[in-house]
Structure formats: structure tokens, C-alpha cells
């Protein structure tokens, strides 16, 4: 797997609009796949929407927009086309033979993301596995689209070796990489168990909330942060003591809208840290206009792994960012108290006062924060293990 390119790819965005989703929402959700782009190291330079009851089988969008879009392609240089949505292999390699370009859909950016972001064994088996299983029923036609633009954005990992467009060696590849992982599912679960009866807190979210800043700040580790999405994807354990009390904390990849399938089953040793922990802390980005969208991703997500019924308090972070979009020099200090506790009512009604709002970067409401959690971690303990909870 390479590194990312030094020079910036040139893309064009693709969304169809279709009832129920709105105009407005499908362009918070082109503004992320733009965001998820520049993370996989292209520019977005044009957007494409349109609007359709039924989509086109064989190119997805309609005869019209996608010689509109070859023309714009054609006029301005562009090396790739994303579409927001996932598409077919057939869809794919009838818009690249209209295009003339690289085309990608969501999936195989967030896979192409993924597999630049992977360091260690584990993180590069997950993702190489994903990316075999996208890439088996797109294996017609994907010689020719190497040949005709090598390497860059969504050419990164498995598919660039001649011999694994036979699906059948891909098939093989497919069934060791999961043998691999069941073994390290194992070796997991066994460092799970040995770690004793300690309470153990795990860090969710949307990717891009902030969760690695909150795991330093708690751990006083340097785990990598950068405000990028899919920074982490190797889960972090840290045991962390604050007021003589122990537990563990693990910081997991984050959750992001139509996450594929592919990499949620990928990851499963990762998000068993999910599934075994006590307590789920679920950063959330409050400063983002979509942030209740957000919430609701991870919340289904979390119902989808089955770890819906811990306790969950939610951190609202970056406080800081909201205060500086919705209030300037002309708020009033009445209006802005006003504001902030109409917010925090509201949301300590809606998590039944399971709730917090800090900044992790400006270390805003830290102390609030940290004697919250001990609290719920403390109650826990003298639930499960009162022997313990008598020594602190």
C-alpha cells in the first residue's frame, strides 16, 4: 500500500436526489464525500446533483447529466469522478467508458482511506480484506481502467497484480484473510479476558468528533489525532486512574454514514472493544450543523452491533467551535446564556441528564466532565465488584 499522492487529484462529486432525502441533505452529504476526498488527498473542484425516481441500471444517473458531466471532465482536466452512492461494477465500467476517467463510488473511497491510514498487521489485513470482498464483483473491466490511469486515489492495496483478476484466486485470497482474522479475533478475545475485573469505557462517535483528543486528555497518552477522518483505526486501550480509580479505556474507528458493510465485518476484533465494554462515551461534534444526524448514524450503528443497551453518556465536544459560529461580537451576554441553557435543557431532557458539553482542545468544562464519568464508573464497580469499590 502506498502513501498518499503528493499531487492533488482533480474530482467531481455525483449525487442523486431521491425522495425521502432532501436537496438540502444531499448537500451535507456531498460536503462530507468532499471532505472524504481531501482526506484521500484529492481537490473537489465541480458537484453534480440530479434529481430521479428511478435509477438508471446501467449508468446510474441519466443519458443527460452524464454527458454534461463528460463534457465538464473533458473541458477541465479532471482525473476522478466519485459518486456518493454506492454503484455496480456494470454502472462502473459503463461511466468510465463514457468519462474517460477514474470513477469511485463511497465505498471504495472510504476503502481507499482506509487502506492509507492502515498501520499495523492487523489494521492492513482488516482492510485488505474489505477491499478484496468490494472488489470481487468489479473485477470485469479492471484491467483495461489499470491500465489507462495507474496508481493514485482508489488504486491503493489489493487489485494491482494481474493474476488477482481471476476471481477464483480472489475468492482464495478472500477465505485466508478471513482465516487470518479469526486467529486474531482470538488472540483479542484472550487479552480481553486476562485483563481482569476492571471496568472498561470505550470512546464512539462519528469519525472526526474528537474521540483520540478526549483519549489524551483522560490518558495523558499521545494517541494520533488530526482533524481528518478515519485518523484512527486501530483500537487503543489505555488504563487510565483518575482519583484512585481505575479503568480502561480503548479509543475506536469512527462511525460515518453508509459505512460499508464490507469494513464493519472486517473490524469486528475491533468493535467487540464496543460490543465487551461497560460504558460507551459517544463523542459527539456539536459545532457540525449535522450533528443529530450524526448521533442518529452512531446510535444505529451501535443497535446494529448490539451494544445499544450499555450506559452511554454522550460528550458533547467542541464547544468552543459552536460558540464561535452561532454567537459574534453583537450577542449580548444575556442572549448568549440564554442560548447555551435552552441547549443544555434541551439535551439533558433528551439523554435523561446523561450528558456533558466540553471542549477537549481548550480544555473547557474538563473537571465537570471527568467527575461525571467517575461517577458512572464508580457505581458500576460497587455493582459488580464491591470488594474492589472498598478500596477506593
Not at 76 to 81: Q, T, V
Not at 152 to 161: A, D, F, H, N, Y
Request: aromatic content about 8%; some cysteine; glycine content about 4%.
Amino acid at each position: 500500500m502506498t502513501n498518499l499522492p503528493l499531487q492533488q487529484e482533480k474530482a467531481v462529486l455525483v449525487a442523486v436526489i431521491q425522495s425521502p432525502i432532501t436537496e438540502e441533505q444531499v448537500n451535507e452529504y456531498l460536503d462530507e464525500l468532499a471532505f472524504l476526498a481531501e482526506t484521500a488527498g484529492a481537490i473537489t473542484v465541480k458537484r453534480f446533483t440530479q434529481r430521479m425516481q428511478k435509477l438508471d441500471s446501467n449508468t446510474f444517473i441519466g443519458a443527460g447529466k452524464l454527458e454534461e458531466i463528460r463534457a465538464y471532465i473533458e473541458a477541465n482536466d479532471i482525473s476522478l469522478l466519485i459518486f456518493d452512492d454506492e454503484i455496480t461494477g456494470r454502472q462502473q465500467t459503463n461511466i468510465e467508458k463514457e468519462v474517460k476517467c477514474k470513477v469511485l463510488d463511497r465505498t471504495g473511497l472510504i476503502l481507499d482511506i482506509f487502506a492509507s491510514r492502515a498501520r499495523t498487521a492487523h489494521a492492513k489485513t482488516q482492510v485488505e480484506l474489505a477491499q478484496m470482498q468490494y472488489l470481487l464483483p468489479r473485477l470485469k473491466g479492471l484491467w483495461t481502467h489499470l491500465e489507462r490511469q495507474k496508481g493514485g486515489i482508489g488504486m491503493r492495496g489489493p487489485g494491482e497484480k494481474e493474476i488477482e483478476t481471476d476471481r477464483r484466486i480472489v475468492k482464495y485470497k478472500i477465505s485466508q484473510l478471513k482465516e487470518e482474522l479469526v486467529n486474531i479475533d482470538r488472540q483479542f478475545a484472550t487479552q480481553r479476558k486476562s485483563r481482569g475485573e476492571v471496568i472498561r469505557v470505550a470512546l464512539v462517535g462519528y469519525t472526526n468528533v474528537g474521540k483520540s483528543t478526549i483519549m489524551n486528555m483522560l490518558s495523558k497518552s499521545e494517541v494520533f489525532a488530526e482533524n481528518k477522518l478515519f485518523a484512527t483505526l486501530d483500537t487503543t486501550v489505555r488504563k487510565v486512574v483518575l482519583d484512585r480509580i481505575p479503568f480502561l479505556l480503548s479509543d475506536t474507528v469512527g462511525f460515518i454514514r453508509k459505512l460499508p458493510h464490507s469494513l464493519v465485518e472486517s473490524f469486528k476484533s475491533t468493535l467487540d472493544e464496543v460490543r465487551e465494554s461497560d460504558i460507551l462515551l459517544h463523542v459527539v461534534d456539536i459545532s457540525h450543523p449535522a450533528f443529530e444526524d450524526q448521533m442518529k448514524t452512531v446510535n444505529t450503528t451501535l443497535q446494529e452491533l448490539k451494544a445499544f443497551n450499555k450506559p452511554i453518556i454522550v460528550i458533547f465536544n467542541k464547544m468552543d467551535l459552536y460558540e464561535k459560529i452561532h454567537f459574534d461580537a453583537l450577542t449580548t451576554p444575556a442572549i448568549r446564556q440564554e442560548v447555551l441553557t435552552e441547549l443544555k435543557q434541551t439535551w439533558l431532557n433528551n439523554t435523561e441528564g446523561n450528558c456533558v458539553f466540553i471542549s477537549a482542545l481548550e480544555r473547557t468544562n474538563v473537571d465537570e466532565f471527568r467527575t461525571f464519568i467517575l461517577g458512572q464508573i464508580r457505581a458500576l464497580y460497587e455493582e459488580r465488584y464491591p470488594y474492589i469499590a472498598e478500596k477506593f
